[in-house]
């Protein structure tokens, strides 16, 4: 499961990713900024911060009916670490809390327009299109409270904290008396009962425990209602004047559900995703990019899997998850050496594929047709198996390119890892 917890635009509760198949890991999820995500906790009557939006125009008509007694401005990406990060024009923290409203247009122009630099953003940083100004909170406790499909409940289970504000994982390793998992019948929901017992054990006091309670509810309506797969409350907050509220949200989505979430979907920000993985999304294709040097072509999750771990277990590093899946045909598989030969990092290719509906002539031919138009510049392992294993070795054969086939495995897997170096 390492090469799984790397994976981008996937937010798995890695106390339980384990317990997930690796299929999850194939699918391409949906991204919402942080300010989309408070859009749907609204619409659901989830209590959150009043907030605006400021874009490249730098209009301050949605700041004029605005009032707080102290604004946060946070940079839009997405991202975490976006307080302690740097913009490429020298400008410090993607979150900055003032009490002069005048004060934010001044802090959005040296946000917007330029590339926002934290430990979650690639090397350049990303370029921050959109601030959301919100109304600061006075935080008096923070704690954590998720939703999330759990394989071992045959459904969603909710997980709860009362050391909210910090990484999960931190608390489930080091007090793990403080993580609490209740798991939630589909049929009968989350009720008043269980509602209460979390928001005790989040250790909300008097007129405050119900008002949990109430949110917890509201919370379990959102998830089912648009189809989510997790549903990550940190921090759920108490307030000093005696509000619980949903400070930051994030929301991954069941993408077989898309078309009852039409309205969800169109939401997607897609400005961010590394180009390679959005054309092989338009190829159906699913690429993950790794920060190794080998990359893998392969059909099915397991196979996938597999591959990375033999890769690892030899001594190499993949350079990419690319799953060419079971429907894949010959322009969908020249396309995907394509994407794997604009990857800089790569320093050989291994094709592994074991076909069943899949046919490996189609494989084969697709390989050709590609490095026919374009030659090589890297080393190409390939170990094909299955349906029309045997025709397709040959037209590769015959093809004349510079080729390594090897139908073992473990040999085809060694080789690739030593033309890498």
Known sequence: MAALKRTKNIKLLPVLAPRYCPQYATRRHLNLQEFHSKDLLKKYQVTVQDFRILDSKLDTKPLADFKADEYVVKAQILAGGRGKGHFDNGFKGGVHLTKNKDEILNLAKNMIGNKLITKQTPKEGITVNKVMVAES??????????????????????VASPAGGMDIEAVAEKTPHLLKTVPIDIYEGVTDKTANEIAEFLEFKGPLKQKCAEEIKKLWNLFLKVDA?????????????????????????????????????????????DPREREAAAQNLVYIDLDGSIGCMVNGAGLAMATLDIINLNGGKPANFLDLGGGVGQKGVSAAMKILESDPKVKAVFVNVFAGIINCVTIANGIIEALKKSPPRFPVVIRLEGTNSEAALKLLKESKLPLQIINDIDRAAK???????
């Not at 949200?249 to 400005?271: M, P, T």
């Not at 080789?415 to 170096?421: D, F, G, I, Q, R």
């Open 229 to 273: 797969t997790q549903l990550e409350i940190n921090p759920l907050v108490e307030t000093d004047d005696g509000r619980v509220v949903s400070v930051d949200a994030k929301i991954n989505f069941d993408d077989g559900a898309k078309f009852r979430q039409e309205e969800i979907f169109a939401l997607d920000d897609v400005s961010e995703t």
């Open 415 to 421: 080789t690739a890892v030593e033309l890498a170096k």
């Open 137 to 158: 909170v006075n935080i008096v406790r923070e704690t954590y409270f998720s939703i999330v499909m759990e394989r071992s409940c045959n459904g969603a289970a909710i």
